[in-house]
């Protein structure tokens, strides 16, 4: 009789991550919810006045309050699941998978709504992020009106009436436009429905994509309910797509690429990786160590012409090089200079309004030692990036063409990306929330060659 489920101990241990973080980031706002929650329509008859009183809790508000036990009992009946003798492995395994699909509705799915509910009864600026919601959703008007969402300032839009310290983001929009260019059909759809639109709503889509996906790529069952854990009830992220920031967007485009390589569609593949590409510059790591795994997987540079080889290459990756080039050559004929000075002067510290020095990384010793005499001053991190990274991109490549396989091109591009940001201007956290995501696909996945054409059922 098994008596240990390496499931459990990660369920348990996520579900009390999630619940944890999101609890101590409510303590702010929980007082605020609770006198909004009533204003939502048909939420706020839900609940009897005396029970929303007797829910009153210090760290959050009654619906989360409710969410939470219900997220218990559900973990409660995992376990149960997990023990119970008379059952089959095939209803244990879709038992279990249902219950971890059920959490991540109630941990992160449903508190999103929640949020996106509150914000519509609140105002604009409230209950989300600055450049992942309000500011994604400006440059969506600014598409539709004619205008460059790189020109354009935001101190007229409700960004300016987000957060009070370093506040240079209303000069500058630093994703790139596969952002707001797909988005945009879902706001005119909102707008013609709803008669109002939250950026939100297209994270949700794509992340629920993503776990569907996700047991397509996994052979054996407990790993597959593994990756749905870390990909779903992921701690950092999960509160990143309830408040909205954009890390989900880029990965699922990584994540959809993946799915098309792991499936032979190898066209396909690198057409999401260029949307993943035109959509946030933490793409662009992957892009050496894909092309790296084609050149082995398709047998390039071993007949000795390097010409020959190089122009295989390049017909191979056109899907990426055109997918990038539509979507960036716009903005970059209409205005380059805005462009670059948004996505890369702001985040180097170079623009006139920089991003500042901020994060868990290396950031810190420059501001603990004085170096600088404010958080937006220029310090020069690409002497150490260059330094540390480029050497390490290299050892990476050689270990990789050592052993050159999906599952150590995910591995590199998670630790290059790590290595970089921690030594870079900024290290925020929703970074280390990618990484773990990407480090779990690199981890839990099923990628040998053999089952590369083999068709895994999805649940």
């Given at each position: 009789m098994k008596v240990k489920s390496f499931d459990v101990l990660l369920l348990f241990i996520l579900v009390m991550a999630r619940v944890r973080i999101d609890?101590?980031?409510?303590?702010?706002?929980?007082?605020?919810?609770?006198?909004?929650?009533?204003?939502?329509?048909?939420?706020?008859?839900?609940?009897?006045?005396?029970?929303?009183?007797?829910?009153?809790?210090?760290?959050?508000?009654?619906?989360?309050?409710?969410?939470?036990?219900?997220?218990?009992?559900?973990?409660?009946?995992?376990?149960?699941?997990?023990?119970?003798?008379?059952?089959?492995d095939e209803g244990r395994y879709r038992a279990k998978l249902a219950i971890v699909i059920c959490i991540v509705f109630t941990t992160v799915i449903a508190l999103s709504v929640f949020s996106v509910l509150l914000r519509h009864v609140a105002g604009p600026a409230t209950f989300s992020h600055d450049g992942g919601v309000i500011q994604t959703e400006e440059t969506i008007k600014y598409i539709l009106g004619g205008k460059n969402p790189y020109v354009e300032n935001y101190v007229d839009t409700p960004m300016a009436e987000w957060g009070i310290d370093y506040r240079s983001a209303l000069y500058h929009y630093p994703y790139l436009p596969w952002t707001f260019l797909f988005s945009a059909p879902f706001y005119l759809v909102s707008q013609a429905t709803l008669g109002w639109y939250d950026q939100r709503f297209v994270y949700l889509i794509l992340f629920v994509a993503m776990l569907l996906l996700v047991p397509r790529l996994v052979r054996e069952r407990d790993q597959r309910l593994c990756l749905v854990m870390v990909l779903g009830l992921n701690p950092i992220m999960g509160s990143d797509i309830i408040f909205g920031q954009n890390d989900v967007f880029v990965l699922a485009w990584i994540f959809f690429s993946i799915h098309f390589l792991k499936r032979g569609q190898l066209t396909w593949s690198l057409v999401m990786l260029g949307l993943a590409c035109a959509s946030k510059p933490t793409a662009w790591f992957l892009v050496p160590f894909y092309l790296l795994y084609v050149v082995a997987r398709e047998g390039l540079f071993t007949n000795g012409d390097l010409k020959s080889s190089s122009l295989s290459l390049l017909r191979k990756t056109l899907p990426l090089i055109i997918v990038v080039t539509l979507l960036l050559l716009p903005f970059v004929l209409w205005d380059f200079d805005a462009l670059f000075d948004d996505v890369w002067r702001w985040s180097s510290g170079t623009a006139e309004t920089p991003y500042q020095i901020t994060g868990w990384g290396l950031g810190n010793l420059v501001l603990a030692l004085g170096l600088v005499e404010s958080r937006l001053d220029y310090f020069p991190f690409w002497i150490v990036e260059l330094l540390i990274c480029l050497p390490l991109f290299v050892f990476l490549l050689w270990r990789q063409w050592k052993s050159n396989s999906i599952n150590s091109m995910l591995y590199h591009y998670a630790f290059l990306t790590l290595v970089f940001f921690y030594v870079s201007r900024f290290l925020n956290e929703n970074y280390l929330g990618f990484i773990l995501a990407i480090l779990a696909l690199a981890f839990f996945t099923d990628f040998s060659e053999q089952d590369r054409e083999v068709s895994v059922p999805p649940y």
């Open positions: 609890t101590l980031a409510d303590r702010l706002v929980a007082p605020r919810r609770v006198e909004l929650i009533q204003s939502i329509p048909i939420l706020g008859s839900l609940l009897p006045q005396k029970g929303l009183e007797l829910l009153h809790h210090w760290m959050t508000d009654p619906i989360s309050l409710l969410l939470i036990s219900l997220t218990f009992g559900l973990l409660i009946l995992y376990i149960f699941f997990d023990v119970w003798p008379r059952i089959g």
